[in-house]
T-cell receptor, first 109, second 115 residues
Framework: RKEVEQDPGPFNVPEGATVAFNCTYS??????FFWYRQDCRKEPKLLMS???SGNEDGRFTAQLNRASQYISLLIRDSKLSDSATYLC??????????FGQGTRLTINP | NAGVTQTPKFQVLKTGQSMTLQCAQD?????MYWYRQDPGMGLRLIYY???????DKGEVPNGYNVSRLNKREFSLRLESAAPSQTSVYFC??????????????FGQGTRLTVV
């Protein structure tokens, strides 16, 4: 079983829609969690960290459920510029950052 | 602001050739990583280094060696390149607070083709 798993998509949604991604992780000792965004042929960049209490950054909301070992990302009022691949990242106690395979999102006009 | 610098950006190798991918960061980060990214596979960890002088295997270490030369530099070596090593390689670094790594910063990637 992979340490971090995501639905690869692709997700195709109309502009203005709300879209949600989930990610599960297998190591219960994982300590920190992130969502990254990767544009085509570019390096990944941090979108937001994920905190136990949940956190919001504008149209983006991230949540963590430690009991069920999953992380979610919600994007509201999606924009064309949100089209990208979204990567779930987990930091294990062994001090390594493990990436999910990514979820590809396309926002359609 | 240099951040994480990888060289080269593009490389074509013949099967059996060797090469070293260079990575340097100027952010005084403790942890450094090498990932490879193949279509549909996400980023897979090859090797990582939690601090200067230490290295550990990741998910796909076979065919690679690494060297953490100092705190700034972390190189990845392919001793005998194979077509299966055709990929995009990313180096990353992150600061660490206690035992937790925080945000990772990535280089721009090296697109390697082995023919």
């Amino acid at each position: 079983r992979k340490e971090v798993e995501q639905d690869p998509g692709p997700f195709n949604v109309p502009e203005g829609a709300t879209v949600a991604f989930n990610c599960t992780y297998s190591n219960s000792a994982s300590q920190s969690f992130f969502w990254y965004r990767q544009d085509c042929r570019k390096e990944p960049k941090l979108l937001m960290s994920v905190y136990s209490s949940g956190n919001e950054d504008g149209r983006f909301t991230a949540q963590l459920n430690r009991a069920s070992q999953y992380i979610s990302l919600l994007i509201r009022d999606s924009k064309l510029s949100d089209s990208a691949t979204y990567l779930c990242v987990v930091n294990s106690r062994a001090q390594k950052l493990v990436f999910g395979q990514g979820t590809r999102l396309t926002i359609n006009p | 602001n240099a951040g994480v610098t990888q060289t080269p950006k593009f490389q074509v190798l013949k099967t059996g050739q060797s090469m070293t991918l260079q990575c340097a960061q100027d952010m005084n980060h403790n942890s450094m990583y090498w990932y490879r990214q193949d279509p549909g596979m996400g980023l897979r960890l090859i090797y990582y280094s939690a601090s200067e002088g230490t290295t550990d295997k990741g998910e796909v270490p076979n065919g690679y060696n690494v060297s953490r030369l100092n705190k700034r530099e972390f190189s990845l070596r392919l001793e005998s390149a194979a077509p299966s090593q055709t990929s995009v390689y990313f180096c990353a670094s992150s600061p660490r607070t206690g035992t937790m790594n925080t945000e990772a910063f990535f280089g721009q990637g090296t697109r390697l083709t082995v023919v």
